[in-house]
């Protein structure tokens, strides 16, 4: 549906120097697909999304939507935006206070030229989308009179009511207050998928990028470091900014004494002792590694319940230094060999200063080559 | 505390009035009540043969409403100002959307071109499009080099040639000031009808100019009001070519009737007040609602330029046509007339006539020197006067102490009055009452009782950036309600106040109708100087005393505006 090749935009600042943007960056989204461009603030999300859009012009690369070469350096090919037949929701909703609801919906379709729509045409789509997104009470109001949520929803109707095939949604939740985010990011997912439309979804929100998308694309600098399911990225992250970046880990720095071959387990020797790790990728022994876990993974127990013989590999002994009571669950900071390590369980009776024992299951513990650490 | 936060009083003044509040109150009504009685009862009364008031009458009234003068004035001036509004409104709209959306080339020389007229008295300016298309100018001689025959095939002293003309003035200042409309609309309002599928000249019409829509609205409006109380050009163009509007009517009765007609004058301009005060209170809601989309836009804001292709050919004329017809010449017809010892228009032979008389006169004219003086005292006064009233005024407005709705409403009273009616009403009790007729210190409070409008919205705007807790924490460390005022509120005003300061500056010495039936010998000012030249002398003189005074004006425009976009201060 979407395949995006080796896209290059920098930008020139004042003193000419070159500067942002992103660089050779590729994608493919299948057709109905939700797919999610995460990353930190100034990471390249938003320019990657206005060159899909064509209101920026890319340096380098090539774009095709729905088997059409939208955009292409090594040809000249160019098509503007307004005959890409996209929809796109702005970060600040961009819906017009000069005009009522009925008649920011509208405008996509009285500009159209792929097809005349009739006033009555347009009548019936118009207040079709304002029935599903629940503004057809509001149809006759200026824009500028509806809050916050509304305006999402309208921007969304106005993206929508031509039909694209194609939606992009520039951190379309950023602005709305927590509980509204909630609401709107699960309607916004059963709506895609009623309508089918494929969806490209920018957030710097990892919880977001989770809860809505197919596929995530992780990004760093301008450039994409991670693609897969939430899952995927979620459990297996690719490196460290992945791991720290999506959810909490507890990261240790280590080596390994051989190479390993992808899908073994092998041990890292890190600064709390050998831990046996599961490797999704081959890593070579002349390279650091990286030991992550994530806090919900690990098992505490009282000292005293596993006494020191029955204790297995990859447990080890420490102190409790910190106990946060979250709600759903608690979270224990645990101090074991001067390393803090993070624990997530549903509340239980330990209390700070008691001694205890931290399982690190092997199957859980994602073992990754981490050439970055040598450098430094 | 709090409580008193949340009433919206200012917690230092906690008391209800306090005694400083009187005498702002006080201050204010002196100089903007009397104006208006007097204006009113002299439009209601006859006159003794030695100018005291008779017995009580609505001649006047009757006097004009059954005369078909009036009616024809009334004609033109909605005529005349409508026009205005719109050639000033549309040449100003291009150029603000040119300036600020595209990549069009020399695009900065439109704000250099407007900086500097807006250092050109409004007489010179008039004078210099006078000479130019007038019946002897450059442009009427060159039709008639082209057509053939004499001429005059254009004639400027007309209906057409005032609309020119006074649209041509405010062309600069509806640029600056939609060209901040355009500055802060978010890029992405456009963008999104991008992606609707609209073109280029339909995102304009339906979202560029749409948007603006409030904002132009309100501008032409400002601009009719500003022209329907203008007298400099409907005096200079208009009346030789016998066109005549409500102000120069109401000019004429008191220049012209032997003895002035003070009477009917009167009950002409409280008529005007009347139709101010309706349109003034239409443009606040205006822009008011101007305003209100502004607020809308969110995060996400990215300037952008709109590429032009191969439109900027004929745009780039464009831009180029406009400094030209804007103020070079004016300011090159000026300086040809200053050179030469009559005047002729433009051609070859005309070069070897050029000589320097004309300033030599002008440079060493002791009535020159002293109008360049009282001019740059009355300026300098004036702009002090209104910063320091203001800068108090709009503290306590913008802070809501008690009292300060009456304080706003009083500073804005002046804003009714158009200057050649405040001058008339002030000419009443400065004959009647005071004895400072003909002073330059006259000259001087009338200006600041017509300007403290623009000083109480400068300093107010200014306070309301400043957070009021640094005051609320002045007052907690210690500091009482004047010292927290000159320690914390007055230094972080200084911007604000400066750029009220040359702003007020310039208003007050380029205009000539609040002074001209109030000046004096002793207190001649160049304005009224350059009007009474241009009626009786050599328009030599005339043009090369205003363009000296032209050159040490730009200096001034050029310091107000380098600061007002420093500090993001309005220019209007
Ligand atoms: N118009 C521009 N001029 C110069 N630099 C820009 C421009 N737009 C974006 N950048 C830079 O490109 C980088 C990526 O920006 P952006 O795509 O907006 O990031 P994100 O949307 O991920 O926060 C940033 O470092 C930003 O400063
Ligand atoms: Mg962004």
Known sequence: MLRVDDLTKTYMLGDRSVAGGVRHVSFDVAAGEFYTLLGPSGCGKTTTLRAIAGLEEPSEGRIDIDGRVVFNSATGAFVAANQRNIGMVFQSYAVWPHMTVFDNVAFPLRMSRSRRYGESDIRAKVEHTLETMGLAAFASRSAAQLSGGQQQRLSLARALVAEPRLLLL??????????????????????????????????????????????????????????????????????????????????????????????????????????????????????????????????????????????????????????????????YTVRVAETEIIVRMPAGELVGGADVTVLLPPDRTLGVSNPAAAKI | MSSLTISGRHPLSPFGITPKVVILVLILGIGTIPPLLFLIFASVHSFNPDGSFAEMTLAHFHEIFTSRAFFTSLFNSVVYSFGSALLALAIGAAQAWLAERTDAPFRQWLYVTAIISLGIPYVLYIVAWLLFLGKAGSVNQLLAFLFGGTGPYINVNSLGGMIFIEGMLWSPLAFLLLSSVFRNADAAFEEAATMCGASLPATLRHVTFGMAQPALFALALLVFIKASESFE????????????????????????????????????????????????????????????????????????????????????????????????????????????????????????????????????????????????????????????????????????????????????????????????????????????????????????????????????????????????????????????????????????????????????VRAMALVLLLAGPESQVVAVSLFDLWNNGPIGEVAALGFVWTVIMTFFSVAFFVLARRYQLPIG
């Not at chain 1, 390279?287 to 447990?315: C, Q, S, T």
Request: with cysteine; glycine share 8%.
């Open chain 1, 170 to 331: 520039d951190e379309p939740l950023s602005n709305l207050d927590a509980l509204l985010r909630e609401q709107m990011r699960s309607e916004l997912r059963r709506l895609q998928q009623d309508i089918g439309v494929t969806a490209i979804y920018v957030t710097h929100d990892q919880a977001e990028a989770l809860a809505l998308s197919d596929r995530v694309a992780v990004m760093r600098d301008g450039a994409i470091v991670q693609v897969g399911t939430p899952k995927q990225v979620y459990y297996t992250p690719a490196d460290e900014f992945v791991a720290t970046f999506i959810g909490r880990s507890n990261l240790l720095h280590g080596r390994i004494d051989r190479d390993v071959a992808p899908n073994t387990q092998a041990i890292v020797q890190s600064a709390i002792g050998p831990v046996i790790c599961t490797f999704a990728d081959s890593a070579p022994a002349a390279h650091p590694v990286l030991a992550m876990i994530r806090p919900e993974h690990l098992v505490l127990a009282p000292a005293d319940a596993a006494p020191g013989a029955a204790r297995g590999p990859n447990h080890f002994s420490g102190r409790i230094a910190n106990v946060a009571f979250l709600g759903e669950t608690t979270e």
């Open chain 2, 233 to 508: 050009v409907p005096a200079l163009v208009g009346l030789p070519g016998g066109t005549r509007v409500v102000t120069t009517t109401v000019y004429q009765r008191l220049t012209l009737d032997m003895p002035p007609s003070v009477g009917s004058a009167s009950a002409l301009g409280v008529l005007l007040l009347v139709v101010m005060a309706v349109l003034l209170h239409f443009y606040g809601r205006l822009s008011a609602q101007a305003h209100r989309f502004r607020t809308v836009t969110g995060k996400g804001f990215r300037p952008r330029v709109i590429r032009l292709g191969r439109w900027r050919y004929p745009v780039t004329v464009l831009i180029a046509l406009i400094p030209i017809v804007v103020v070079i010449i004016p300011l090159v017809t000026i300086i040809w007339a200053a050179l030469l010892p009559f005047y002729q228009p433009f051609s070859i032979d005309g070069l070897s006539r050029l000589r320097l008389t004309n300033f030599i006169q002008v440079l060493t004219s002791p009535s020159a020197r002293g109008a360049v003086f009282n001019s740059l005292v009355l300026g300098a006064a004036t702009a002090t006067l209104v910063t320091a009233l203001g800068a108090v005024a709009g503290w306590c407005v913008a802070r809501r102490v008690t009292g300060g709705r009456l304080i706003d409403a009083l500073a804005a009273l002046p804003l009714v009055f158009p200057a050649i009616v405040l001058g008339l009403a002030y000419l009443q009790i400065l004959v009647h009452g005071v004895a400072l007729y003909g002073t330059l210190l006259s000259l001087i409070l009338v200006s600041a009782v017509a300007y403290i409008p623009y000083g109480l919205r400068y300093a107010q705007l200014g306070v309301i950036q400043i957070h009021p807790e640094l005051e609320e924490a002045a007052g907690i460390a210690g500091a009482g309600y004047p010292s927290t005022f000159v320690r914390v509120v007055l230094p972080l005003l200084v911007p604000a106040l400066i750029s009220c300061w040359l702003f007020v500056f310039l208003l007050a």
